[in-house]
Structure formats: structure tokens, C-alpha cells
């Protein structure tokens, strides 16, 4: 059975820094778009970075240019985010999520994969 595991979420202080781990089981890592996502309360779900993880492509949603970065180890089937200078209006549900079609930009911007972690609380707060 596929398997997605976010890790690393918390709480923060403005301006603090965190990173998410995202790791795969039952299938390899370098043949897909791996990406992350985040819903805050009330709001729709939005592609925050994606990678192919086979080129290492990448997509960055505009808020979080120059502050997260998004990378792949294939070799430990993981794929992170490195989040700087967070921002309270970083705070939301991280998810982690795979798709077949490695299109880093398509599958950011549509918020469609095939498979889904169970994601990951992100609080900025101070």
C-alpha cells in the first residue's frame, strides 16, 4: 500500500525556521512530482512547492519564493521543505502528496495528486 508520512510540523515564532519531511513507502520516489501543500481554516487548499523528483524541477507558489525550499533524497525515498522566515499567515495543515504525472507546475498549481499524506500542523505564532 502506498504510504506518504509528513514530519517536522510544530509551532514557531514569526521569523523562525522548520522543516518537513515527507517519506514514501511502497513505491520509489524519482518517477513522480512529489509536492507540498497547505489548507489553513477556512481556506482552499494551495500548492506551496512541488519538485520532479527525477530532474529536480521545482515550483514555488509566489508567498513563499525565496523563504522555503523544496528537496528530494532518493535515495532515502524523502522529500523536504526547508521553511525560513516563517510568517503567522504560514500557519495551516502541510500535506505532502504524490502524482504520477511528474509535472512539478501542473500539480502545484492544479492541487490534484495521486496520493496523499496525512499531513502535518504548522503553527506560526508568537
Known amino acids: 500500500q502506498v504510504q506518504l508520512v509528513e514530519s517536522g510540523g510544530g509551532l514557531v515564532q514569526p521569523g523562525g525556521s522548520l522543516r518537513l519531511s515527507c517519506a514514501a513507502s511502497e513505491f520509489t520516489l524519482d518517477i513522480y512530482a512529489i509536492g507540498w501543500f497547505r489548507q489553513a481554516p477556512g481556506k482552499e487548499r494551495e500548492g506551496v512547492s512541488c519538485?520532479?523528483?527525477?530532474?529536480?524541477?521545482?515550483y514555488y507558489a509566489d508567498s513563499v519564493k525565496g523563504r522555503f525550499t523544496i528537496s528530494r533524497d532518493n535515495a532515502k525515498n524523502t522529500v523536504y521543505l526547508q521553511m525560513n522566515s516563517l510568517k503567522p499567515e504560514d500557519t495551516a495543515v502541510y500535506y505532502c502528496a504524490a502524482d504520477r504525472v511528474a509535472d512539478p507546475i501542473r500539480q502545484c498549481v492544479s492541487s490534484q495528486s495521486d496520493y496523499w499524506g496525512q499531513g502535518t500542523q504548522v503553527t506560526v505564532s508568537s
Open positions: 519538485i520532479n523528483s527525477s530532474d529536480g524541477s521545482t
